[in-house]
Antibody, heavy 120, light 106 residues
Framework: EVQLLESGGGLVQPGGSLRLSCAASGFTFSSYAINWVRQAPGRGLEWISA????????YYADSVKGRFTISRDNSRITLHLQMNSLRVEDTAVYYC?????????????WGKGTTVTVSS | SYELTQPPSVSVSPGQTASITCSGDKLGDTYACWYQQKPGQSPVLLIY???KRPSGIPERFSGSNSGNTATLTISETQAMDEADYYC?????????FGPGTKVTVL
């Protein structure tokens, strides 16, 4: 069974940092791009970043560009999202979502999400 | 910047057909996909590349995309279809989601 499991969420003060992880199982990890999508409380889905299967290409939404960094370790079948300079508006549930292809495209498998709260 | 628009809500009677639209400039020139999200759950892919259904998705869900509008159609709507529905497309290496449509089965 294809599964994604996010971890690393928590409470952090504005301006702080947090590192999210996404552990994958059930598929050839290096063959698929992975996305991060977040959902603020009571709001819709917002795509924030993606990385190709090899890790050679990365993509970011303007809202997080320069503050967040996506990376992957294909040997450890793990995806990371380093979040710096966090703002109150970054408060959300963060999902990792597998692409159907080697490059970012449709998102066919989603994790259960990890909650990030940015508050003083 | 590119935006996708959806109606905030759609109401449908059980057994009837619901149509949810997603509009964006020249959306028909790219692929659209659709996700369903029920309260407290992660999104589920319903339709990809305009018309394709992943395995396990019922045939009552179908999609189309032409001109500036993509459409998700739910035929023979069931109570279990009550959920939020999001369209999604790519533009300039950026993924965009529509604001979501809440489907209520009355």
């Amino acid at each position: 069974e294809v599964q994604l499991l996010e971890s690393g969420g928590g409470l952090v003060q504005p301006g702080g940092s947090l590192r999210l992880s996404c552990a994958a199982s059930g598929f050839t990890f290096s063959s698929y791009a992975i996305n991060w999508v977040r959902q603020a409380p009571g709001r819709g889905l917002e795509w924030i970043s993606a990385i190709s299967g090899s890790g050679g290409s990365t993509y970011y939404a303007d809202s997080v560009k320069g503050r967040f960094t996506i990376s992957r370790d294909n040997s450890r079948i793990t995806l990371h999202l380093q979040m710096n300079s966090l703002r109150v508006e970054d408060t959300a549930v963060y999902y990792c979502a597998k692409s159907g292809l080697d490059y970012p495209w449709y998102m066919d498998v989603w994790g259960k999400g990890t909650t990030v709260t940015v508050s003083s | 910047s590119y935006e996708l628009t959806q109606p905030p809500s759609v109401s449908v009677s059980p057994g009837q057909t619901a149509s949810i639209t997603c509009s964006g400039d020249k959306l028909g020139d790219t692929y659209a996909c659709w996700y369903q999200q029920k309260p407290g759950q992660s999104p589920v892919l319903l339709i990809y590349e305009d018309t394709k259904r992943p395995s396990g998705i019922p045939e009552r869900f179908s999609g189309s995309n032409s001109g500036n509008t993509a459409t998700l159609t739910i035929s023979e709507t069931q109570a279990m279809d009550e959920a939020d529905y999001y369209c999604q497309a790519w533009d300039s290496s950026t993924a965009l989601f529509g604001p979501g449509t809440k489907v209520t089965v009355l």
